[in-house]
């Protein structure tokens, strides 16, 4: 039996004709419960007659308070409604743009791998830096131009680029360390600190850029590996879009057995292979010396068993690699320009993107690396 649902406006236009639950619900044919659970979270909203609450904010936002004051006969004579953006609401609302995105999406077809003699000793592994997709600079201030269009075609190409150069592994790990997404709502500022940001396109194109290009990575990968797990990490510029662009290629693959994608929550992120654990994180809520404590207690087991401990992390856009007792921490670097903030804040590093060798036995063995002008050099060889 389908669920009948009510928008607030209905509910509200009920309460108003008939007055009571009871008399509303019977208008509306639901249970009185339905529109008492909905009256008090309609009070959130603004909207409680009994407390000369009327003025109701927009989905997503919450009233944070009403101040109303009175004449000397009880009349309302002014009311000031504050309101705050909802951040549970957010989220929810963002899931129900991904649910519906994920119902139009038609998943991708399964194809054959290309037969060859695969390595099965070894993982190829490709990680991706802070890609910040929508995000805008321009060259004038800040060196080089940066938008949608040229993100995409940057990681597409490095991708490219670095697949080409793999061995022929069964397996292949694809890892986005976050901030994928450049803002995460429909402005554009960073979730917790309220930074503004310099933005290209709007939030429902820059999602879908972004899905895109994950969904390239995995198709490259596809060319060259028998199957593939994506790992995307939650960064503190995307900490739901991450999620939901996760779950959109959860979707996009489910009926493909070569590719798995991680729709964990988790800030901290866990792969194992072989003698070898890697724990994956942005790298915004724990600094790099707490890193080999969280290891060592969330997975006890694999730190005992494995050899080979590693930490992969962004968020600083630069490279760096710190070994601690039992285990080592690095960052990545990112193939996205320098925005303005950072321009003017004097940070500089290069681009560049990593696909790493590790031995099942024996750790990283090895690692390829490319930048767009790499990547664009071979590529143009190739066509040519």
């Not at 549970?88 to 609302?93: K, M, N, V, Y």
């Not at 994920?102 to 592994?125: E, G, H």
């Not at 800040?142 to 680029?161: E, F, K, N, P, T």
């Not at 007792?325 to 993107?353: H, I, K, N």
Request: with cysteine.
């Amino acid at each position: 039996m389908t669920q009948v649902t009510y928008t607030d406006d209905e509910i509200i236009t009920a309460l108003r004709e008939h007055g009571s639950n009871r008399k509303a619900a019977k208008a509306l044919g639901c249970d009185p419960r339905t529109v008492e659970r909905r009256r008090k979270s309609l009070a959130a909203k603004g909207y409680s007659p009994d407390h000369d609450m009327t003025r109701t904010v927009p989905d997503g936002f919450k009233v944070k308070g009403v101040s109303t004051y009175y004449d000397e006969d009880g009349r309302v004579r002014g009311q000031w409604v504050k309101s705050s953006a909802d951040a549970e609401r957010r989220e929810a609302i963002i899931r129900e743009v991904i649910s519906v995105m994920a119902a139009d999406f038609k998943p991708i077809k399964p194809r054959k791998p290309v037969r060859r003699k695969w390595r099965d000793d070894i993982l190829s592994a490709y990680v991706i830096g802070d890609p910040h997709i929508g995000m805008r600079a321009w060259a004038e201030e800040c060196g080089a131009d940066w938008d949608l269009a040229i993100a995409q075609d940057a990681h597409r190409s490095v991708v490219h680029d670095l697949v080409e150069r793999s061995l022929p592994t069964r397996e292949a790990l694809i890892v986005n360390l976050g901030d994928l997404l450049h803002y995460d709502s429909m402005e554009a500022k960073t979730p917790r600190s309220g930074h503004m940001l310099d933005a290209d396109g709007r939030y429902n194109k820059m999602l879908k850029v972004a899905a895109e290009i994950m969904v390239q990575a995995v198709e490259s990968a596809l060319d060259h590996h028998q199957s593939v797990r994506v790992v995307n990490a939650i960064g503190n510029h995307d900490e739901t879009g991450s999620q939901a662009v996760a779950l959109a290629l959860s979707h996009r693959y489910h009926n493909n057995r070569r590719v798995t994608v991680d729709t964990s929550p988790a800030v901290f992120n866990y792969v194992r292979w072989g003698d070898n654990i890697i724990g994956i994180h942005h790298g915004h809520t724990c600094k790099a010396d707490k890193l080999p404590g969280v290891m060592a207690t969330d997975r006890a087991r694999d730190w005992g068993e494995c050899t080979h401990r590693y930490w992969w992390t962004g968020h600083v856009h630069h490279e760096s690699k710190r070994e601690f007792p039992g285990v080592t921490v690095e960052t990545f670097p990112s193939l996205a320009e320098r925005d303005a903030y950072a321009t003017a804040g004097g940070w500089r590093s290069r681009q560049g993107m990593y696909m790493l060798k590790i031995h099942n036995r024996g750790g990283e063995i090895g690692r390829e690396r490319s930048n767009p002008l790499i990547a664009g050099f071979r590529l143009a060889g190739e066509a040519a």
